[in-house]
């Protein structure tokens, strides 16, 4: 499929770590605390807008700024794992329900081919954020557990 984005794999690990986080409900405190703890190397926004004023500390140039600085934590914001805005607005607005949301995202996910155009390395004890609290009802669940169906023994932990 051409290049991969992200850094260039010197071997598969045999098992990797991803994370997911939502900040909705968290304070900035609590938000750091939680990746700082699990020594998350790359937080990976996968929000389809980050630059919101809803978004408060997690703004895209705040919170690259923030995990730098407070963390030491690279941020990279990756869009190709965001549903689209059509999607994502029949959802808020309930005019598409979670059993049905599920198919489009994953198919979404399939058509961009996001497993060949994804650097697997990229991921190793990175965590994907977005904005919903749980990761029950978030597209950053499927898209984990999508990455570890394609990709093999990922280890997912939901912060």
């Known amino acids: 499929m051409g290049e991969r984005l992200g850094n260039p794999s010197f071997g598969e690990p045999e098992t990797m770590n991803l994370y997911t986080i939502g900040f909705s409900g968290k304070s900035a405190q609590q938000f750091f605390t939680l ?6 190397r790359r937080l990976i926004d ?4 980050n630059r919101s004023q809803l ?3 997690t703004k895209q140039h705040d919170l690259e700024y923030f995990c ?3 963390i030491n934590t690279a941020y990279r914001y990756l869009p ?3 549903p689209s805005a059509e999607l994502l607005d029949g959802y808020k607005k309930n005019q598409i329900m979670w059993d049905e949301y599920v198919p489009v ?4 996910l399939a ?4 497993e060949e ?3 697997p390395q990229l991921f190793a004890d990175a965590c994907l954020l977005c904005s919903e609290p749980t990761p029950d009802y978030c597209h950053r669940r499927l898209a984990a557990e999508y990455l570890q169906q394609n990709w093999g023994d990922i280890t997912i932990t939901h912060l």
């Open 68 to 70: 730098r600085v407070i």
């Open 111 to 114: 058509d961009r081919h996001v």
């Open 117 to 119: 155009v994804l650097d």
């Open 55 to 57: 978004a408060g500390f």
């Open 46 to 49: 996968t929000r389809l807008w």
């Open 80 to 82: 190709i794992l965001a």
């Open 105 to 108: 995202y994953l198919s979404l």
């Open 35 to 40: 990746l700082q703890s699990h020594d998350v």
